[in-house]
């Protein structure tokens, strides 16, 4: 026998979707305005009393990796927010018009 949610079971899953979005949407925000930060991280004027240029070349390396870093989870989380919005929207349209039931699938 096939299980078939209600209206309260969509209802719940729907807004845990959005909910669930609305985190990774936020946490791509966060990792947007850090990379925001990480930009002026880097030292472009060699500073005079700063004798160890190979020291400055690693510094501004390791900069730029965090920046990667933010580019990438800011992607990646702003990714999986658009997903659970976009699957969220099938299925409160689908409820909305109740194709659900019209097709049979819950």
């Not at 305005?33 to 990480?38: D, E, F, P, R, Y």
């Not at 472009?44 to 190979?54: E, L, R, S, V």
């Not at 099938?90 to 194709?99: G, S």
């Amino acid at each position: 026998m096939t299980h078939h949610p209600g209206k309260d079971e969509i209802a719940a899953a729907l807004q845990a979707m959005t909910d669930e979005s609305g985190l990774w949407q936020r946490q791509s925000d966060r990792l947007d305005a850090l990379l925001i930060t990480l930009t002026g991280a880097e030292i472009t004027d060699f500073p005079k009393t700063f004798i160890f240029d190979g020291l400055l070349a690693q510094y501004n390396a390791v900069a730029e990796d965090y920046k990667s870093i933010c580019v990438d989870g800011r992607d990646a989380t702003g990714a999986i927010a658009t997903a659970l919005t976009a699957v969220a929207g099938v299925y409160d349209d689908e409820e909305r018009r109740n194709l659900h039931a019209i097709l049979d699938l819950y």
